[in-house]
């Protein structure tokens, strides 16, 4: 059983900052990537940022040189350092790992369930 947990979602004035967490537990071999999504209302999931276990990192055009995704690799853990917010960058934010082998051999991805962003203007 693997379990993806976020935190660090808020309210925020624009111009501020927000730093999401997320950490992956349970039975965990390895990770390959480590992902940040968002859902705004009325709107579809948007990857935001991810991670690979090697250190690659890859950003939507809207948070590049706003946003900076890190990643530890022993805690199975992510985080998103946010700045510069803008209300655009209201919605909820999820954390995503993907290609999750656990200790049974299996591979899958998990999902947490969203942490709440909102930027007021």
């Known amino acids: 059983q693997v379990q993806v947990v976020e935190s660090g979602g808020g309210l925020v004035e624009a111009g501020g900052s927000l730093r999401l967490s997320c950490a992956a537990s349970g039975s965990i071999f390895s990770i390959n990537t480590m992902d940040w999504y968002r859902q705004a209302p009325g709107k579809q999931r948007e990857l935001v940022a991810r991670m690979t276990k090697e250190g690659t990192t890859n950003y939507a055009d809207s948070v590049k040189a706003r946003f900076t995704i890190s990643r530890d690799n022993v805690k199975n853990t992510v985080y998103l350092q946010m700045n510069s917010l803008k209300p655009e960058d209201t919605a909820v934010y999820y954390c995503?790992?993907?290609?999750?082998?656990?200790?049974?051999?299996?591979?899958?991805?998990?999902w947490g369930q969203g942490t709440q962003v909102t930027v007021s203007s």
């Open positions: 995503a790992a993907g290609g999750v082998r656990t200790n049974t051999g299996r591979i899958t991805a998990y």
